[in-house]
């Protein structure tokens, strides 16, 4: 679970002020992240010897790795390690940059991907052991100086997490991931079908990009994606075979203790876990997505990373610090921004005090934010690494040479604004929470209710969801980022809730959340909230949104289905913004019980079988069921 950031340690000793302007504070840095500067390259791009080799694992398996060279007779090293091909056009042309500059690179195939052996891929869960492999046969080299960095973003963040685990990892920057510290109570839906059949090798494994093969899938994405599971799936009867134990347990304990026993075994045990509980020959994201199923709601996707059944010795065992990047409409900001919060609270001071966390505005792989896009270049940016060698190299060189406190603990992109901001904290210090309360007719205001009796109604059928409309996603169908969402509103089985015009500008910088009273017809069903700025011209620019599952409205709890009609107090987590709403705008909470395809579809039956049912839900906003957003406010 996220840290109480109460208890969160101060992230550094330099003294710049909370949300400040980056530019009063580092110009260089503003200008990096702004439009970045062209690389000081040390050598042409024909004096970089490339070549491939093949780096055996403690078991054997023997992956393909690349190496860049540059002309010198040690270096400087950057590993990356990828399932998308190592020697892709787009990736091979940042690492031959990256050598250009003097240092030598390694690039390999994650196992079961590319060139890799062996023949099929288990997703996730050989790369904390690999990386590790991979780590120890760079400090074994000749050409290695000394001084290794990771770079790369989404799966290739991933394994810089892995990386750092090995004691002669040296900085790590992770783009757009974090290590499952924070769960989602529905799953994700759209893209991974696509993923789970287009990315490594295998049984079922087209030759198609995950972006073409999505769009291929659209139809049968649209399709599929109805949930109604009993609130604990029976285990496999070949996972009970194995572990005949399990039977005798209370459900609740037995999904703790195969966590647990699952955390202590060497990878190849895992995968063999995993395919008997799922009934599998191999491992794909769909299936790590299904896995809470298996071993509880409160283990995340990403928590398949670094397995361990105390999360917070993980983080304590990392060796390098990291310069975290996420953009604020990625798919996975809450997680990133959670295991920031995390990774401050318990990791060493050596690495606390040197990691340094940056927010853009951009989605998991293009721009997000598109507001004053033709006056701001970084809107248009997508902050991954081909894009952006210059803010990398001069991230390793601040750690080579021991001056990373130049760099803000915090540096974030302030929507509305358009600016680039520095904090030694994240939320920034100053940042305050304030309240916003659901009223009659369709209003936000910032006074508490004084009636009784004041609520709102819709109804979610499962067979017409509320659409996925932009936002924190990643799609090559769906429209990503900032999107005017005006049309949905109008969707009967949508409320919409707004203030009056503002007179006076107001930040929102930091997380965001919803206590919503409710009731529902069914016994299970699910409740999502977006947050969008309304302009004077009537559209509503999304910027954030989040969703609950009701079975699984206790956070460190067990799975617990609704009285029908029953007043329940919710909380829903809309993650985090950073966004100056402006004079004369307003401020628009949208509730439904959909983002789909984003997200799976409840059939609001609580597990019991039948047909999809429609649910009628009732939302409440009186006096003693004060229906609020809580906001994260800069003064």
């Known amino acids: 679970m996220p840290p109480d950031p109460a208890k969160r340690h101060p992230a550094s000793n330099h003294s710049h002020v909370d ?23 040390r050598y042409a791009a024909e004096a970089i010897r490339c070549e491939t080799t093949w780096v055996a694992m403690r078991d054997g398996n023997r992956l393909a790795t690349d190496l860049y060279l540059p002309p010198q007779p040690n270096a400087p090293t950057i590993a990356v390690r990828t399932p998308y091909g190592r020697a892709s056009a787009k990736l091979a042309g940042a690492l031959i940059a990256l050598a250009r500059c003097g240092y030598a690179v390694v690039s390999q195939d994650c196992r079961g991907t590319g060139g890799s052996e062996p023949d099929s891929w288990d997703y996730y869960v050989y790369e ?54 924070s769960p989602h ?54 996972l009970l075979r194995a572990f005949p134990s399990l039977g005798d347990m209370l459900p609740a304990a037995a999904r703790r203790w195969l966590w647990q026993h699952y955390c202590s075994l060497e990878p190849a045990k895992r995968a063999k876990l995993i395919k008997l509980a799922l009934g599998r020959d191999a491992i794909t994201v769909v299936d790590v997505e299904a896995l809470p199923a ?30 975290m990047i996420t953009g604020w409409y ?57 894009h952006m060698i210059d803010l990398l190299l001069t991230w390793y060189q601040a750690a080579r040479t021991g001056e990373l406190e130049k760099w803000p603990t915090v540096t974030y992109y302030l929507m509305g604004a358009n600016e680039w901001h520095a904090a030694s904290a994240w939320p920034p210090a100053n940042a305050r929470p304030r309240c916003v309360f659901l009223g009659p007719s369709g ?65 929102v910088v930091g997380a965001i959340r919803l206590i919503l009273y409710a009731s529902s017809s069914a016994t299970d069903t699910d409740f999502a909230a977006r947050l969008s700025e309304v302009l004077p011209d009537g559209r509503a620019i999304q910027l954030q949104a989040g969703m609950l599952r009701a079975r699984f409205r206790h956070e460190s709890g067990e799975p617990q289905l609704l009285e029908p009609e029953r007043i329940y107090r919710l909380e829903i987590d809309l993650w985090a913004t950073a966004n100056r709403f402006k004079a004369g705008n307003r401020l628009r909470l949208d509730i439904s019980s959909a983002d789909f395809p984003r997200f799976d579809r409840n059939m609001n039956r609580g597990g019991t079988a039948g047909d999809p049912v429609v649910a009628h839900q009732t939302i409440f906003h009186d006096r003693e069921h004060p229906s609020h957003l809580i906001l994260s406010v800069i003064p």
């Open 294 to 323: 298996v071993f509880g709601h409160q283990i995340a996707h990403d928590a398949h990373l670094l397995p361990h059944p105390e999360p917070a010795e993980v983080l304590r065992n990392l060796h390098a610090p990291a310069l």
């Open 330 to 386: 990625d798919w996975f900001l809450n997680d990133a921004l959670a295991t920031w919060a995390a990774l401050q609270q318990e990791a060493s001071e050596s690495v606390r005090s040197r990691s340094r966390l940056l927010i853009t505005p951009s989605a998991h792989n293009m721009p997000g934010y598109q507001e004053g896009r033709k006056e701001r270049p970084e809107l248009s940016r997508v902050f991954r690494t081909r």
């Open 128 to 181: 904390r052991e690999d990386s590790y492999d991979l780590v120890e046969w760079i400090t074994n080299q000749a050409w290695f100086d000394g001084f290794l960095a990771g770079c790369g973003g989404s799966y290739l963040g991933a394994t810089q997490w892995c990386m750092a685990l090995h004691p002669h990892t040296s900085v790590i920057a992770p783009e757009v991931c974090g290590l499952g510290v």
């Open 19 to 41: 949300s400040s302007r980056l530019a009063e504070v580092s110009p260089e840095l503003e200008r990096l992240v702004t439009t970045g500067v062209e690389p000081a390259y």
């Open 185 to 238: 109570t529905v799953r994700c839906h759209m893209f991974i079908n696509a993923y789970a059949r287009s990315v490594g090798k295998g049984q079922g494994r087209l030759a198609v990009s995950t972006d073409e093969l999505e769009r291929h899938m659209l139809e049968e994405t649209l399709a599929g994606g109805y949930f109604n599971e009993p609130l604990y799936q029976p285990f496999s009867s070949e």
């Open 443 to 507: 209003t936000l205001t910032w006074q508490a209710p004084e009636t009784a009796s004041s609520w709102d109604e819709y109804d979610y059928d499962p067979r017409d969801p509320t659409p996925t409309i932009g936002g924190s996603i990643i799609s090559s169908v769906y429209p990503v980022g900032s999107v005017d969402v005006s049309g949905l509103e109008r969707r009967p089985d949508v409320l919409t809730y707004t203030t009056g015009a503002l007179e006076h500008d107001l930040d």
